[in-house]
């Protein structure tokens, strides 16, 4: 049953209409056995020396029906194929989908311990394992299931002996099915566990390439490669290897009940107490019984293994998205009161208490490791802190539903990440139902509108894979570009201009100006002389609040601030 909640990905109502088509097609795959015995029986009476003719009428009208059935049948399992497979692949592309907006309402605290890699596998490949479980294992399995079922049942009132002999080792061949669950699960999870390290590391070695090259590492990351290879081989063919004699066992035993059959009905005819027309009659039944259950059993394993797939997705499915239901306010202090944060279990954040008030520029400063990303991804409620309260306009950050806040927050990174498509369209993220007049009024704001224009077909050059390639510089005016269309009244801004060159500098220092006017402003600073006129500036070490002032309290206080401060003088007059 687990199974097949599993691989439903928690959807068996959706296997109703599937099931309820094979199941007729299996009850009405009955109907030329009777023809068959109905046709041995004529034959058989025409020739046992009682000087009968043979019945020819009969037989006509045996032809006749199972003509129309072959048509009925036809049309059945037109439907039943139609059914099986419209339900399987319409079952994935949504699950898919609400995959993947599930994943977007997970703590990001939950997502950085997946792989990525793991994450890709499970919409892509583990939704293809559940898609082939139902269009082809699942009606394979019930047809195997319902005919033994069905035979034995009628059977056992022509001739118990032969009906138990023929069934009598299929129970042993089920316990030896069984008997290899657990192990399999076992194997199945280093299988796929093997998968996903594979992909990561043929994924690392790809985009790492060029990196590879410089530093002359490719050797060391083939190896990594060649052993991520290796060990997928070695955990496929395990698992071959160590399920192969279960499966092969189960189906000799399921094949002795032929010969066990034929045994007892030679006895039983020799002794006189089977006729040649009943022993006919199972022989035929046999044949049409084990040929579908011998092939279920041999597809057994790899239904098990799918349904391992479909579990995998369930139990994502059943992650806990974020928490929180009450509507975001537009704008307010962000206060942070006795907030401690760790990342899987590594405290980073040390009893933190400050206000970013409304309005203003804060900035956050510090050397590297010390925090600054941890409170600003705290602020978008990337993650929730183990203690203390983060509170947005006075209301408890863990109460607001995280969609509602980040319409009221626009972040600037320096990494930008524009999709495949044209830049009117990356510019439109920031406001679904966006004017075009209003996406080249948030372009000129932007400082972009004049290189967009220049571009061969101006807003609808595609970007990304394929399309024109832009400077980090022009990326970064687009992502503002964004940012000044979603005019939310909170925006973080993680020193956007830090890896850009002087030209560039000034234009994106420009647009961000124009971006956060009258706004909430928190924004991290490596290089000080950007945040100089911060209203105010927030000094972090290791996870603690060092300092807090303006520029000119830090530097009188002579503290770590001004240190750095120092440092960063004495180098700016520094040329290569
Ligand atoms: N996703 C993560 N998982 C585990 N540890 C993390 C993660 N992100 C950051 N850390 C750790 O948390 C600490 C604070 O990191 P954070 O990125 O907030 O510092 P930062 O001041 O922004 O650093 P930088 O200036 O170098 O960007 C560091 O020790 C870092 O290694």
Known sequence: MNAIKNITIGHTERLYKPVGYTMLANLVNIVPFCLSIEAIRIIFSAFDGSGQPLDTTHLWWIFGIMAVYMLVMALAERAS??????????????????????????????????????????????????????????????????????????????????????????????????????AQRKLSGRQIQAKINAGNRLEEYLQGIRVMKAYNLLGDRFVRLRNAFGELRRACIRQEALLGP??????????????????????????????????????????????????????????????????????????????????????????????????????????????????SLTALVGPSGSGKSTVMKLCARFYDPQQGRISFGGVPMDEIAPESLMSHISMVFQDVYLFQDTIRNNIRFGKADATDEEIIAAARKACCHDFIMRLPQGYDTMVGEGGCTLSGGEKQRISIARAMLKDAQVILLDEATASLDPENEVEVQRAINSLIKGRTVIAIAHRLKTIKNADRIIVLDNGRIREEGTHDELVRKEGLYAHLWEIQESISGWKL
């Not at 399987?88 to 311990?113: C, I, P, Q, T, V």
């Not at 139902?134 to 069905?150: E, F, T, Y």
């Open 246 to 359: 279960f499966v092969l066992l189960s189906i000799t035993l399921v094949r002795a009940g032929l010969t066990m059959m034929v045994l007892c009905g030679t006895y039983l005819l020799l002794g006189g107490e089977l006729s040649i027309l009943v022993f006919v009659l199972f022989l035929v039944v046999g044949s049409r019984v084990f040929d579908p259950l011998t092939s279920a059993l041999t597809n057994f394993t790899e239904f098990r293994y799918f349904s391992i797939a479909g579990g995998r997705i369930l139990s994502l499915m059943n992650e806990p998205e974020m928490k929180g239901e009450r509507q975001s306010p537009v704008a307010g202090d962000i206060r942070f009161e006795h907030v401690s944060f760790a990342y899987q279990g590594k405290e980073v954040l040390h009893d933190i208490t400050v206000t970013l008030p409304k309005n």
């Open 81 to 182: 194929y139609r059914a099986n497979f419209r339900g399987a692949y319409e079952m994935s592309a949504s699950g898919r989908l609400s995959l993947a907006e599930h994943l977007r309402k997970l703590s990001l605290g939950f997502l950085s311990k997946r792989d990525p890699g793991d994450l890709s596998s499970m919409l892509v490949t583990d939704f293809m394992m559940a898609e082939t479980g139902i269009s082809h294992h699942l009606p394979q399995l019930m047809g195997a299931v319902v005919m033994p079922v069905l035979a034995f049942a009628s059977l056992i009132w022509i001739d118990w002996r032969m009906a138990v002999s023929m069934f009598a080792a299929l129970p042993l061949a089920l316990l030896v099915l069984w008997a290899s669950t657990k």
